[in-house]
Every structure is written in C-alpha cells, then in structure tokens.
C-alpha cells in the first residue's frame, strides 16, 4: 500500500518493535536499510513455508496456524496488523516466523475505499475479525488439499480460532464471505461437505477473481454471494 511505503525508517522500526510486544516471532537480524524504496534484510530463514507443512505434519501446522491467530489477536487494539497469508511464514524446529513484513500493515493509515474489491481487501488487511477467519479458511483448505488425516479434537481447535461474536447468516460484506468460507472448510475437515464444494466457493469468493472483476459485475457477485448465504437459488 502506497501510504504504508511513505512511512519512513522510523515509522518501519515502531512497526516492528509493535509486532515484537506481541510476541511475533520476526527473522534474526531483521533490519531496516532503506525507505526509499521502503526495504528490509535479515538472516536466511530455513525451513518449509508454513503452506506446505499442512501436508509434512498436519497437527504441527495446526499448532502453528493457532500461533499466527494469537499474533492477530494480540495485534488487535494496536496500530499494526499482519498478513496473514501462509507463504509469509516458515516454520522450523524452532518454531513459527513471520518472514514477510512488507508492506508494513497500519490501521492509522488505512485508505479510504473507492470500490468494493477495496473494501474487501482493506478488512482483510485491517479487520481483526476478518483476518482470523480469513486465516483458518486459508489453512482448512489447505489441509483438504493435502488429504491430511486429522484427530476431531486438532479439527475443534482450529474452528475455535474463529472470531467470536459474529453471525456467519448475516449479509454484512465482506465478513460474511470469509466466516463461510471457513465454515464450509471446516465441515469439510469434518467430512460433512464434499471438497469440491469447498473449491466452488472458494472460487466463488476469490479475492483475486473479485479483483478481476469490473465494479458492476463486483456488485452483482456480492448479491449472488448473499443469496446464496441466505439459502435463497
């Protein structure tokens, strides 16, 4: 984002000593070297992609998914946020690290929306709810496509990293498509939902397709959405 690239040295290391305090794990010798553009250096971090531990071991993926969510939690209420996408982390035998930390993600610098595809993609940045259940979707799904075996119990953990207090029925875009997509997943896991109806709607509700799309056809996806959510054809 263009306004979080305009931040400075200064604004870059607040940043980082803010994910510091909440306990994210940041790369060895994590350093920022430059703000024009805005750039950072750090050691060589071995190990998988958190991504692809979802197939390696599944229960530790689990484990570590439930890391990342504690992080979004601990952030919220602070002026940064994480991306939570699954290839920004690696995961080795000392644990979980957030290896991707550009651009830098500031509630105070949010920019206005002026379409629909921003509106999404600004509460997936920004929005504590939004993100956690973003997250376990993301990671449910990537446990179906690796045909993990999962024990029910590591499955209940998962489902109780979603946010709470929100009604997945409700038509309030864009958290009522990442709360069902989660939903979906997750009986999915379960085995009450066939997969290929978890990637119909995953790519119903695509992030990069929504981008694709013209605005008049956004809103007409964002009704299609709904109704479907509604149980209506």
Known sequence: MAAAQDLGIAGMITYLSTLRAAAVILPDGLEVISDRPLTVRHRWVPGPVLLDHARVDPSRFVDAV???AGWV???DGTDARVDTNLANFCLNADGVVLVDVLPPLIPSRRPEASSLFDVLFSALCFETPVILDALIGYATRALLHAEANLASDRRADLER????????STDVFPASWFRSRAIVALRALN????QTSVDDYFALTSVRAF????EAARVDRVRQVNRLLRGES
């Open 161 to 168: 990293q979603l946010s709470p207090g929100i009604d997945h």
């Open 73 to 75: 939690r601990a952030l």
């Open 191 to 194: 085995g009450d939902v066939e």
């Open 66 to 68: 439930i890391e990342v």
């Open 211 to 214: 981008r694709d799309l013209p």
